[in-house]
């Protein structure tokens, strides 16, 4: 088999010479047009399919640039799911996947393996199985691979460009179309396990499938996987982001360091575990430290025992650098780096055949994702602690004596800042089952006319249960104490109010961390919640195909066909999420419809073919009407639109290939995003009125939502050198524009902080401040607001070396150049191409340049590959200007102490050995390192601790190994 690689004409020689550099170590599974004959192992697997990226199989080379990711790939780098193989492929981000906890809660689902072509979000990437569509898994409207067994995988094709008029919405990025092997004859076995070398992320895998004839025209094959991985703890469980390497925000008006300061040793200023007393903010105003009083900056022993903190070298609201609690992070808690997941799917297929002309399938697919994960802890930088509280530690220094000091000062109250560890985990526990059935007839009509239709019946439940949830006020009510008779009681039981009573509330001691002492408040103010969504999908389907005519140079072939969809999700949650009244992990009521009714025409036209300078002249086109048809929540719509796609084929001489191809593409918002959830969540921002604080988000659906509307242009040329040395070359490069009007999105809350401080009303007018000017909320729902570019190159390098009686070598190459990737909102644009960091609040982005490599030497029955991956130094933020950058200075709201983040390279390596058994049988042992020299993460803030785990990964030198059986 092939994959179609592609790389980038900007930088010319100088990443041209890296690229031939690493063609000595690139991959022996390569993917490749329809056209060009195979030069790997995997050219089995690609023999039986036309790989055209179209519904024409007539063996038109398509202009769309269309890759294949064969069984041999996931073999070759002992891989037991087929989203994983994709993600090393650069044209994909790998941003939803058991180690992707930046992202993966926010949506609701959790370990989930969901392909994201081009960095577009996972959302405009069509998956579908042998062509057909998969029902969702998420209430995005995504599908999880992880409800398809690997084991039956045959081929995945990936069309990497818009491909909506020939496949439908979702298609904006383009199409990933999972092959399974229908054909199997007898047992395949596979199991495998890994483990890190900390002990950890340990994965064992079992896969085990049978396929053969029960007549003369049935064939059944039947499959299954069982994985059950341990994930990997939080921030703490790596050496590296033990660093603490966070982002320091300056305080307001100080103008002698930068506005934000990427730095080791960052730590909680105001939220310690045991507590603090807190400055108002106005001591903070023009300080690198904040000016304390006698009151400010007591700390306290865990049993409460009062002590003075041990302040950093400098401090804010939020951070200080230095100081005591070099250890847990309240806000980065229990956040897992990789998370614990269990999963299991199954799938039967049958196929018969009726008549001499005509065929009928079956397929039964389940599969179910257990996932864990965990929410915010609770923390709060300014509790009020009135001066009557009789939890207020006494001591007999009277510097640290804080009624003595409130007496003092005249003051009745002071603030105490703390994080909550001993309340405990908020635990999210998620699963997720999906079943479908797909029966299908097929047939020929005489000639080269024919025909197929399908029925499909898909269903997903999915449930999360929120264990130790905290009720906001509830806690806010135990919070503040004060006594009658002596004894402690909340203060709403207390006071001249009767309607605010709760004869439930335990007063809370917040002074040192006392769990035994709370347990009583801790079980008044903590809960379960849930979250349900249930989707049920169908879909009718039929297509009909053949040639109408012949021209000199080949038949004009046409496709036609209609599709009816209606995907229905329902879903339901608790009380307190009804009323978002959970400080995190808030559920919400969903429930909607989305009925679709489409139709569509693909033609082919040979206009040359084996004459001088044209052995091929050809032109394809589509195009595509479809009604959209909405409801839920009270608000009803329907929308019409139409995509059409153009594109042409030259191949002068049989060893060069021109292609290209322009396209409309649409991508129809989900149920989700019109009728879905109302959420609630915290996040760390950095104002540029007020400095670093928490606020509120608010983040949800919008039922007016329209299309996103995308132009895709795609224009490429494929190498195939015809006989001698380079007859076993194979080579691509194709460049890509894609530009989304509309595009549905969330602005990011630090975004609207950034553009409101720019300028932008509409911003502002999402920030709610408290009567100090503080930002307390943000509200970020989804909007048409956004318009999305990128433009690249991709680049494919194919070559197979003999070696005589040494065996063989095969090389591969795979690269991806990011000429831009830019967000224009209402104040500008903003290009991401070369981010390479990940910032809470703010899009991710791509880095400009990835190289995918890979070697393998085959001799006899031994095969030792080197695989090698390479990521491009980049920048942390696109908003950031660093020192060694144009436009920096230091008294300006962007200024960073720095904003590179240095590149990395992956080596992973791998031995296989196979034994054969009998006459068709064999056994093949495996064992393999990856990241052999144990290469971290860049050291820059992430979302959730230090460092991307989207781009580099995080485990560390991992180790695997397993055994496969075909009998």
Same mark, same amino acid.
């Given at each position: 088999?092939?994959?179609?690689?592609?790389?980038?004409?900007?930088?010319?020689?100088?990443?041209?010479?890296?690229?031939?550099?690493? +063609?000595?170590?690139?991959?022996?599974?390569?993917?490749?047009?329809?056209?060009?004959?195979?030069?790997?192992?995997?050219?089995?697997?690609?023999?039986?399919?036309?790989?055209?990226?179209?519904?024409?199989?007539?063996?038109?080379?398509?202009?769309?640039?269309?890759?294949?990711?064969?069984?041999?790939?996931?073999?070759?780098?002992?891989?037991?799911?087929?989203?994983?193989?994709?993600?090393?492929?650069?044209?994909?981000?790998?941003?939803?996947?058991?180690?992707?906890?930046?992202?993966?809660?926010?949506?609701?689902?959790?370990?989930?393996?969901?392909?994201?072509?081009?960095?577009?979000?996972?959302?405009?990437?069509?998956?579908?199985?042998?062509?057909?569509?998969?029902?969702?898994?998420?209430?995005?409207?995504?599908?999880?691979?992880?409800?398809?067994?690997?084991?039956?995988?045959?081929?995945?094709?990936?069309?990497?460009?818009?491909?909506?008029?020939?496949?439908?919405?979702?298609?904006?990025?383009?199409?990933?179309?999972?092959?399974?092997?229908?054909?199997?004859?007898?047992?395949?076995?596979?199991?495998?396990?890994?483990?890190?070398?900390?002990?950890?992320?340990?994965?064992?895998?079992?896969?085990?499938?049978?396929?053969?004839?029960?007549?003369?025209?049935?064939?059944?094959?039947?499959?299954?996987?069982?994985?059950?991985?341990?994930?990997?703890?939080?921030?703490?469980?790596?050496?590296?982001?033990?660093?603490?390497?966070?982002?320091?925000?300056?305080?307001?008006?100080?103008?002698?360091?930068?506005?934000?300061?990427?730095?080791?040793?960052?730590?909680?200023?105001?939220?310690?575990?045991?507590?603090?007393?807190?400055? &108002?903010?106005?001591?903070?105003?023009?300080?690198?430290?904040?000016?304390?009083?006698?009151?400010?900056?007591?700390?306290?022993?865990?049993?409460?025992?009062?002590?003075?903190?041990?302040?950093?070298?400098?401090?804010?609201?939020?951070?200080?650098?230095?100081?005591?609690?070099?250890?847990?992070?309240?806000?980065?808690?229990?956040?897992?780096?990789?998370?614990?997941?269990?999963?299991?799917?199954?799938?039967?297929?049958?196929?018969?055949?009726?008549?001499?002309?005509?065929?009928?399938?079956?397929? +039964?697919?389940?599969?179910?994702?257990?996932?864990?994960?965990?929410?915010?802890?609770?923390?709060?930088?300014?509790?009020?602690?009135?001066?009557?509280?009789?939890?207020?530690?006494?001591?007999?220094? &009277?510097?640290?004596?804080?009624?003595?000091?409130?007496?003092?000062?005249?003051?009745?109250?002071?603030?105490?800042?703390?994080?909550?560890?001993?309340?405990?985990?908020?635990?999210?526990?998620?699963?997720?089952?999906?079943?479908?059935?797909?029966?299908?007839?097929?047939?020929?009509?005489?000639?080269?006319?024919?025909?197929?239709?399908?029925?499909?019946?898909?269903?997903?439940?999915?449930?999360?249960?929120?264990?130790?949830? /905290?009720?906001?006020?509830?806690?806010?009510?135990?919070?503040?104490?004060?006594?009658?008779?002596?004894?402690? /009681?909340?203060?709403?039981?207390?006071?001249?109010?009767?309607?605010?009573?709760?004869?439930?509330?335990?007063?809370?001691?917040?002074?040192?961390?006392?769990?035994?002492?709370?347990?009583?408040?801790?079980?008044?103010?903590?809960?379960?919640?849930?979250?349900?969504?249930?989707?049920?999908?169908?879909?009718?389907?039929?297509?009909?195909?053949?040639?109408?005519?012949?021209?000199?140079?080949?038949?004009?072939?046409?496709?036609?066909?209609?599709?009816?969809?209606?995907?229905?999700?329902?879903?339901?949650?608790?009380?307190?999420?009804?009323?978002?009244?959970?400080?995190?992990?808030?559920?919400?009521?969903?429930?909607?419809?989305?009925?679709?009714?489409?139709?569509?025409?693909?033609?082919?036209?040979?206009?040359?073919?084996?004459?001088?300078?044209?052995?091929?002249?050809?032109?394809?086109?589509?195009?595509?009407?479809?009604?959209?048809?909405?409801?839920?929540?009270?608000?009803?719509?329907?929308?019409?639109?139409?995509?059409?796609?153009?594109?042409?084929?030259?191949?002068?001489?049989?060893?060069?290939?021109?292609?290209?191809?322009?396209?409309?593409?649409?991508?129809?918002?989900?149920?989700?995003?019109?009728?879905?959830?109302?959420?609630?969540?915290?996040?760390? +921002?950095?104002?540029?009125?007020?400095?670093?604080?928490?606020?509120?988000?608010?983040?949800?659906?919008?039922?007016?939502?329209?299309?996103?509307?995308?132009?895709?242009?795609?224009?490429?040329?494929?190498?195939?050198?015809?006989?001698? /040395?380079?007859?076993?070359?194979?080579?691509?490069?194709?460049?890509?524009?894609?530009?989304?009007?509309?595009?549905?999105?969330?602005?990011?809350?630090?975004?609207?902080?950034?553009?409101?401080?720019?300028?932008?009303?509409?911003?502002?007018?999402?920030?709610?401040?408290?009567?100090?000017?503080?930002?307390?909320?943000?509200?970020?729902?989804?909007?048409?607001?956004?318009?999305?570019?990128?433009?690249?190159?991709?680049?494919?390098?194919?070559?197979?070396?003999?070696?005589?009686?040494?065996?063989?070598?095969?090389?591969?190459?795979?690269?991806?150049?990011?000429?831009?990737?830019?967000?224009?909102?209402? +104040?500008?644009?903003?290009?991401?191409?070369?981010?390479?960091?990940?910032?809470?609040?703010?899009?991710?982005?791509?880095?400009?340049?990835?190289?995918?490599?890979?070697?393998?030497?085959?001799?006899?029955?031994?095969?030792?590959?080197?695989? /090698?991956?390479?990521?491009?130094?980049?920048?942390?933020?696109?908003?950031?200007?660093?020192?060694?950058?144009?436009?920096?200075?230091?008294?300006?709201?962007?200024?960073?102490?720095?904003?590179?983040?240095?590149?990395?390279?992956?080596?992973?390596?791998?031995?296989?050995?196979?034994?054969?058994?009998?006459?068709?049988?064999?056994?093949?042992?495996?064992?393999?390192?990856?990241?052999?020299?144990?290469?971290?993460?860049?050291?820059?803030?992430?979302?959730?601790?230090?460092?991307?785990?989207?781009?580099?990964?995080?485990?560390?030198?991992?180790?695997?190994?397993?055994?496969?059986?075909?009998?």
């Amino acid at each position: 088999m092939s994959l179609t690689v592609k790389v980038t004409l900007r930088q010319g020689v100088a990443q041209l010479a890296l690229g031939a550099a690493l +063609v000595m170590l690139a991959a022996p599974t390569s993917a490749q047009n329809a056209a060009q004959p195979a030069a790997t192992p995997d050219a089995a697997d690609a023999a039986e399919i036309v790989v055209t990226g179209s519904r024409l199989a007539t063996g038109f080379s398509s202009p769309t640039p269309v890759a294949v990711v064969g069984a041999a790939r996931l073999e070759q780098r002992g891989i037991t799911n087929v989203a994983d193989a994709l993600n090393e492929v650069p044209s994909f981000r790998a941003s939803n996947t058991p180690a992707s906890g930046e992202l993966a809660p926010t949506a609701g689902y959790i370990g989930g393996r969901i392909l994201d072509l081009r960095g577009l979000g996972a959302v405009r990437t069509l998956t579908q199985v042998d062509s057909m569509r998969f029902v969702p898994s998420t209430t995005q409207a995504t599908v999880d691979t992880n409800m398809i067994p690997s084991i039956l995988l045959s081929q995945a094709e990936v069309v990497t460009g818009g491909a909506s008029a020939q496949y439908g919405s979702d298609a904006v990025a383009g199409v990933v179309n999972l092959r399974l092997n229908h054909k199997l004859n007898g047992f395949k076995f596979s199991g495998t396990s890994s483990i890190t070398r900390y002990g950890d992320n340990s994965d064992p895998v079992i896969g085990l499938a049978w396929g053969g004839k029960l007549s003369d025209t049935v064939h059944v094959v039947i499959g299954g996987e069982y994985e059950h991985d341990a994930g990997v703890g939080d921030c703490q469980s790596r050496a590296f982001c033990r660093t603490n390497t966070l982002n320091f925000g300056r305080n307001p008006g100080v103008t002698n360091m930068p506005a934000n300061n990427i730095l080791s040793g960052i730590t909680p200023s105001t939220v310690p575990f045991n507590g603090v007393t807190t400055p &108002p903010a106005s001591a903070y105003t023009g300080k690198n430290f904040p000016t304390l009083r006698p009151i400010d900056g007591i700390t306290f022993s865990p049993d409460g025992t009062p002590r003075r903190f041990q302040y950093g070298t400098i401090s804010n609201n939020l951070y200080m650098q230095g100081g005591e609690g070099q250890s847990d992070n309240i806000y980065f808690k229990d956040l897992y780096i990789v998370a614990p997941t269990e999963r299991y799917a199954i799938t039967g297929m049958l196929d018969w055949d009726v008549t001499p002309s005509i065929k009928a399938s079956a397929m +039964v697919n389940y599969g179910h994702l257990r996932a864990e994960y965990t929410a915010q802890y609770y923390r709060n930088t300014a509790i009020t602690i009135r001066s009557d509280n009789p939890f207020i530690p006494r001591s007999a220094d &009277p510097t640290l004596d804080i009624p003595t000091l409130l007496a003092q000062s005249g003051l009745t109250s002071f603030t105490l800042g703390k994080g909550f560890p001993e309340i405990g985990r908020t635990g999210l526990v998620t699963n997720d089952d999906v079943i479908r059935g797909v029966a299908k007839l097929s047939g020929a009509l005489g000639g080269s006319w024919s025909w197929d239709a399908y029925y499909q019946y898909g269903h997903n439940k999915f449930r999360e249960d929120v264990n130790h949830a /905290i009720v906001a006020s509830k806690i806010t009510n135990a919070l503040d104490a004060t006594s009658v008779n002596g004894v402690a /009681i909340c203060r709403i039981n207390a006071d001249a109010n009767p309607n605010n009573d709760d004869a439930a509330c335990v007063p809370y001691d917040p002074f040192g961390q006392k769990a035994a002492k709370n347990a009583a408040s801790i079980a008044y103010f903590t809960t379960n919640a849930f979250q349900t969504a249930v989707t049920n999908e169908h879909v009718v389907a039929a297509n009909l195909k053949g040639n109408l005519f012949n021209l000199p140079a080949g038949p004009v072939a046409i496709a036609v066909g209609g599709e009816f969809r209606s995907d229905k999700i329902a879903g339901d949650t608790d009380a307190n999420s009804k009323r978002l009244a959970l400080y995190s992990a808030n559920g919400s009521i969903i429930s909607g419809q989305i009925q679709v009714a489409e139709g569509y025409v693909e033609g082919e036209v040979p206009i040359l073919k084996d004459v001088p300078f044209f052995d091929e002249l050809s032109a394809n086109g589509a195009v595509r009407r479809t009604h959209y048809k909405r409801s839920g929540t009270g608000n009803d719509s329907s929308v019409n639109v139409t995509t059409w796609k153009v594109g042409g084929v030259w191949e002068p001489i049989p060893a060069i290939r021109f292609r290209a191809t322009k396209s409309r593409d649409i991508r129809a918002p989900n149920i989700s995003e019109l009728f879905g959830p109302t959420t609630l969540s915290s996040g760390i +921002v950095s104002d540029p009125v007020k400095g670093q604080t928490v606020v509120n988000i608010h983040s949800g659906s919008n039922p007016n939502l329209k299309p996103e509307q995308a132009n895709t242009f795609t224009a490429g040329v494929v190498l195939k050198p015809q006989g001698g /040395i380079l007859g076993r070359f194979r080579g691509s490069v194709d460049w890509y524009d894609i530009n989304i009007k509309d595009a549905i999105s969330t602005l990011g809350q630090q975004n609207i902080l950034t553009r409101c401080f720019q300028g932008d009303a509409v911003s502002c007018s999402l920030i709610v401040r408290d009567s100090n000017g503080f930002a307390t909320d943000v509200t970020d729902v989804l909007q048409n607001v956004n318009r999305l570019i990128t433009r690249g190159i991709d680049f494919e390098v194919d070559y197979r070396q003999p070696l005589q009686q040494y065996g063989s070598l095969d090389f591969r190459i795979l690269a991806n150049y990011v000429k831009d990737f830019i967000t224009v909102d209402a +104040v500008g644009s903003t290009n991401r191409a070369g981010q390479t960091g990940l910032r809470g609040g703010t899009p991710p982005g791509l880095p400009d340049w990835q190289v995918d490599g890979l070697v393998a030497w085959n001799y006899q029955r031994l095969t030792l590959s080197t695989h /090698i991956k390479w990521i491009n130094k980049g920048f942390y933020n696109a908003a950031f200007v660093g020192p060694d950058q144009a436009g920096y200075n230091i008294t300006l709201t962007n200024s960073s102490s720095t904003n590179s983040v240095p590149s990395r390279t992956y080596v992973d390596l791998m031995a296989q050995y196979r034994l054969p058994f009998g006459s068709s049988h064999d056994m093949t042992t495996f064992i393999g390192v990856d990241n052999v020299f144990n290469t971290t993460p860049p050291l820059n803030p992430g979302s959730h601790g230090t460092g991307n785990d989207i781009l580099f990964s995080p485990l560390g030198t991992t180790f695997k190994f397993g055994v496969r059986i075909n009998y």
